[in-house]
């Protein structure tokens, strides 16, 4: 069993900056990569970002790309998503994800889940 707690979410202007970050504890051990996903009122779940922790592998949603930096601490179990030029359409609800691959957290498989940290974006 996995807990995820977020944090770093709040209100910013169009164009700048937030970063969150996502800690695992208790049984960590079966967490080898980490990721985030989105959800805004209305609209379904999409994935964000992830990274392994074994090669430092990365994926992003091509809505973020070149915008977003996900990394992550191995050691603290802890993985962080850098949000730059953000835009109203980044407003969401941001939910942390671990799991046993980067492909199964990509997919939203097999994984635990945070209970979620707001992100608004004014225009």
């Known amino acids: 069993q996995v807990q995820l707690v977020e944090s770093g979410g709040g209100l910013v202007q169009a164009g700048g900056s937030l970063r969150l970050s996502c800690a695992a504890s208790g049984r960590t051990f079966s967490t080898y990569a980490m990721g985030w996903f989105r959800q805004a009122p209305g609209k379904e779940r999409e994935f964000v970002a992830a990274?392994?922790?074994?090669?430092?592998?990365?994926d992003y949603a091509d809505s973020v790309k070149g915008r977003f930096i996900v990394s992550g601490d191995s050691a603290k179990k802890t993985v962080y998503l850098q949000m730059n030029s953000l835009k109203p359409e980044d407003t969401a609800v941001y939910y942390c994800a671990a799991g046993l691959a980067l492909s199964w957290v990509v997919a939203g498989t097999g994984g635990s889940w945070g209970p979620g940290t707001q992100v608004t974006v004014s225009s």
């Open positions: 990274i392994s922790w074994s090669d430092d592998k990365t």
